[in-house]
């Protein structure tokens, strides 16, 4: 099985403004996720697509978030105008059928 | 809302030793549990599961041991060794759900000392 490779390992932004977090390769699985952790905090679900759209998203993923599948093998996470608060690492995931997931690496968000 | 709790943030232990680490859970309708370990700038890594149908799997050094009635998971790792730490990570499952979403406690930092 391929790794989940994300990038950029670290990211800093101006608040305000957009950025997009790829995740890659992603191939002929089903299940994708984003999670985040915040420093010091539990893992957080963001998100699950499935089938090439949205199937659960929680109280975080706000109308500042999106997800995409742009080409069948990237996974983007684009947050539209970033706060503050949304310092943190991201990590995508996929389904690995058996309950477990393979998590990338992860991004590290940082908001200045 | 934490349906998954570890209410130990840290544990140390000496090499050669059992670690146990434990972790609650509220939400009856979970029915599979998993423990992740993460290292520093790393991503989770899947380390040994349980369905709600047993009370114990075994892996080499790795043992989870369930208790439903209590709602209560715990993972033992026997002996210890220096490589072992990290932060373990318990998640939880509910399989009725169409996601497989995740719900995880906030991390127990394990430290073995050589």
């Known amino acids: 099985e391929p790794e989940v490779t994300q990038t950029p390992s670290h990211q800093v932004t101006q608040m305000g403004q957009e950025v997009i977090l790829r995740c890659v390769p992603i191939?002929?699985?089903?299940?994708f996720y984003w999670y985040r952790q915040i420093l010091g905090q539990k893992v957080e679900f963001l998100v699950s697509?499935?089938?090439?759209?949205?199937?659960?998203k929680s109280e975080i993923f706000d109308d500042q978030f999106s997800v995409e599948r742009p080409d069948g093998s990237n996974f983007t996470l684009k947050i539209r105008s970033t706060k503050l608060e949304d310092s943190a690492m991201y990590f995508c995931?996929?389904?690995?059928?058996?309950?477990?997931?393979?998590f990338g690496s992860g991004t590290r968000l940082t908001v200045v | 809302d934490q349906q998954v709790k570890q209410n130990s943030p840290s544990l140390s232990v000496q090499e050669g030793r059992i670690s146990i680490l434990n972790c609650d859970y509220t939400?009856?309708?979970?029915?599979?549990f998993l423990w992740y370990k993460k290292y520093p700038a790393e991503g989770p890594t899947f380390l040994i599961s349980i369905s709600s149908i047993k009370d114990k799997n075994e892996d080499g050094r790795f043992t989870v041991f369930l208790n439903k009635s209590a709602k209560h998971l715990s993972l033992h790792i026997v002996p210890s060794q220096p490589g072992d730490s990290a932060v373990y990570f318990c998640?939880?499952?509910?399989?009725?759900?169409?996601?497989?979403?995740?719900?995880f406690g906030k991390g127990t930092l394990l430290t073995v000392n050589p």
């Open positions: 995931a996929r389904g690995t059928g058996n309950y477990g997931y393979t």
């Open positions: 998640a939880a499952i509910n399989s009725g759900g169409s996601n497989y979403k995740l719900t």
């Open positions: 939400n009856s309708m979970f029915d599979y």
């Open positions: 697509f499935y089938n090439n759209e949205i199937s659960e």
């Open positions: 191939s002929n699985h089903l299940y």
